[in-house]
Nanobody, 120 residues
Framework: QVQVVESGGGLVQAGGSLRLSCAAS????????VGWYRQDPGKQRELVAA???????NYADSVKGRFTISRDNAKNTVYLQMNSLKPEDTAVYLC??????????????WGQGTQVTVSS
């Protein structure tokens, strides 16, 4: 059994910051590539940032220079530091880790999401 839990969302004023966490637990051998996505009602799910097991990162153009993705492999946790937030960053943020189970097989998981609301 594997659980993926996001936390850290909330309401913040434009220009403010939030730090999201994505923690995986259970029968995990390793946490591989992890992506942070966001989704607003009526819009497509958008990849915001991703980080590989080796620490390579990529970002959506809309968040480059403002968001930073990082990971703590010892804790099976990935973070998304969001600075200079804008109202258009408002969305549900979801974590999508690729996890190698103790069985050796890789699976894709989704968390339940955490709401980020940026007021103008």
């Amino acid at each position: 059994q594997v659980q993926v839990v996001e936390s850290g969302g909330g309401l913040v004023q434009a220009g403010g910051s939030l730090r999201l966490s994505c923690a995986a637990s259970g029968s995990i051998y390793s946490l591989d590539t992890v992506g942070w996505y966001r989704q607003d009602p009526g819009k497509q799910r958008e990849l915001v940032a991703a980080i590989t097991s080796g620490g390579s990162t990529n970002y959506a153009d809309s968040v480059k220079g403002r968001f930073t993705i990082s990971r703590d492999n010892a804790k099976n946790t990935v973070y998304l530091q969001m600075n200079s937030l804008k109202p258009e960053d408002t969305a549900v943020y979801l974590c999508n880790p690729i996890i190698t189970r103790d069985s050796g097989y890789k699976y894709s998981y989704w968390g339940q999401g955490t709401q980020v609301t940026v007021s103008s």
